[in-house]
């Protein structure tokens, strides 16, 4: 809970403002019961009707009071509420976009979102709630019973016993709720990532008529996160009827030994009338109580669950420059190894075959100079796209290092080792803005230059075609463009800002031969100072790069040139084969 005090805290002076003005309406509330028991016991007796008038008027006023102080409390209340919540959401989409591959990997895209959504949401209704249930309950509560007790001693008794045991009710199973509802929100990451999951793949689904079994699987998180959600919501229902049962026979009380005091003259009518309402108030505190303790057990757990990522500390430090390498590579991998989080563990099921239990990536090897080629090909899972999160830091090598400009990429500010890349991957982003912001991504480029990055990258013609032209708004994920479509944009987002390492990591799958084999020479006749980086499934990709890495099982099985491999290569041999026919 101390991340949201911590919140709270930088808007000390609204939450003054409106706290103050709620603790003076709820004063001002007590009094109301008070001044209608001396009109009933003390004017009205005397058969005047002015000052019972006067009176009146005063008990307006103070219902007048109370009620615009509670609504300007109430509306300061929300706003501040609604910037806390604001400024963490903005904290934790920042944080979760410095999350280190690693890091991202462990928390999970769905639990990331959720809680940005609900998770924000429980604690934004908590702080709304603090500032005005949690100022008027206890005031209520409190002073309903000290007011009634300068009233008429023997009737509060009745309340000054009720009142410790509810509150100790409420305390007891809040404290009991809050583990509770940790687990719905575990659920709710769960039944999140199925959504998304199907969501994103509803193609699949359809083509393969497995509507019936996704809907059985989603059904089944479903209803776990419905017994998860009863289960807390059952334990968390129970003072509400207990605190009213106890109210409600003290209530009873109330009456009973009221009635008997007025009979025997030891009260006055009036004084039965201001308890009653003071029981009133004090059995609906009693009640807010229980709707703030359950607040809280949401909003704790929340809380604990947003500041996991907010605290997790950077695992990703800039290190101490050293010795420059000064062998002329722009890009060099030495000895690298890599294991994902999933497979570190030996002799997994994940671990590859012929290299060390649980290696990605074994023993990576090779250099490449500025203006020159490096195409990367092998199997599925060989770890061609791990090779390329390596050289842009996404993740951190186990062992040996990687360098660019002579550099340890971990001795380089992110943002500066970064912008030296232009990428286009397979399953890359296709935002719902135009196609100029997609392009340009917030980099202040120039219409010249964004037609220029869709020439080079093939996609000009379509984009031409497209109403409005560069202003065409594209769907989310695209999905009002072509796969290749979406490709080539891709393919000019990476080209338009002309850097000096080009990685395109199988972003021509969905594109054509003849449109690959063009885009190709584009690049190299284009873009002759760029290194660039093609990890391709397709042999007629890469066979023109000056040099090309097949990878197997996370070791790099041959190194050379296209004309090279197919000589002392087998598995380069064999995959030539399959796809482009007989050597001969």
């Known amino acids: 809970m101390k991340l949201l005090f911590h919140y709270m805290g930088r808007h000390l002076r609204r939450i003054g403002l409106g706290m103050t003005v709620k603790v003076a309406a709820a004063f001002l509330e007590l009094l109301i019961p008070y001044v209608l028991e001396y009109i009933i016991d003390r004017l009205a007796p005397q058969g005047r009707a002015a000052p019972v ?339 842009m830091r996404f993740y951190d090598v186990d062992e040996g290092a990687v360098y660019v400009e002579g550099r340890d990429v971990r001795t380089w500010n992110k943002r500066e080792l970064r912008e030296k890349f232009g990428a286009a991957f397979q399953s890359d982003v296709i935002f719902a803005e135009s196609i100029r912001e997609n392009v340009t991504l917030g980099r202040p480029l120039t219409d010249q230059q964004v037609l220029q990055a869709a020439e080079d990258a093939m996609a000009l013609d379509f984009i031409a075609q497209k109403s409005g032209g560069l202003d065409h708004g594209a769907d989310i994920k695209g999905a009002n463009l072509s796969g290749g479509q979406k490709q080539r944009l891709c393919i000019a987002r990476a080209l338009a800002a002309r850097p000096e390492i080009l990685i395109l990591d199988d972003a021509a799958s969905a594109l054509d031969y003849r449109t690959d084999a063009r885009l190709r020479q584009t690049l190299r006749e284009g873009y002759p100072e760029a290194a660039v980086i093609i990890a391709a499934q397709r042999v007629s990709s890469i066979m023109g790069a000056d040099l090309i890495l097949v990878l197997e099982d996370g070791r790099i099985t041959g190194a050379g040139r296209h004309g090279e491999l197919l000589e002392r290569c087998p598995v380069y041999r064999d995959i030539y084969q399959s796809q482009m026919g007989d050597l001969a």
């Open 53 to 391: 008038i006067a009176w009146g008027l005063v008990m307006a006023g103070l219902a007048w009071s109370v009620r615009w102080g509670n609504i300007f409390a109430n509306q300061s209340a929300v706003a501040v509420s609604r910037d806390c919540t604001r400024d963490l959401r903005q904290d934790l989409f920042s944080r979760t976009l410095t999350l280190s591959g690693r890091q991202s990997d462990r928390f999970g895209l769905p639990s990331l979102i959720s809680r940005m959504t609900s998770d924000s949401y429980n604690v934004q209704n908590f702080i709304t709630s603090i500032q005005t249930v949690g100022v008027r309950a206890p005031i209520m509560l409190v002073g309903g019973v000290c007011v009634a007790l300068t009233m008429d001693a023997a009737l509060a008794s009745v309340l000054c016993v009720l009142a410790p045991v509810m509150t100790a009710i409420v305390i007891l199973v809040s404290w009991k709720g809050i583990p509770l509802y940790d687990r719905v929100q575990q659920e709710v990451d769960r039944m999140t990532r199925v959504m998304r999951e199907n969501v994103t793949g509803v193609r699949v689904v359809k083509a393969l008529h497995k509507e019936e079994y996704e809907e059985r699987r989603f059904q089944e998180v479903n209803r776990r996160l419905t017994r998860s959600d009863l289960t807390a919501s059952t334990v968390m229902a129970i003072p509400a009827p207990a605190v009213q049962l106890f109210m409600n026979l003290g209530l009873i009380l109330v009456v009973l030994v009221g009635a008997r005091r007025v009979d025997s003259g030891a009260a006055e009518p009036g004084v039965i009338l201001a308890f009653l309402i003071y029981f009133n108030l004090i059995l609906h505190s009693a009640m807010s109580f229980n709707r703030i303790f359950l607040l809280l057990s949401k909003a704790a757990a929340s809380a604990d669950r947003i500041a996991e990522v907010l605290r997790t500390p950077e695992d990703q430090p800039v290190l101490p420059e050293g010795e420059r390498r000064e062998n002329g590579a722009l890009i060099e991998f030495d000895r690298v190894s890599f294991t994902h989080a999933g497979t570190r563990a030996a002799g997994s099921a994940a671990s590859f075959a012929g290299s060390r239990p649980g290696k990605c990536l074994d023993g990576i090897t090779f250099r490449l100079g500025p203006g020159e080629s490096l195409g990367i090909i092998g199997h599925t899972g060989s770890g061609k796209s791990t090779l390329i999160r390596l050289l």
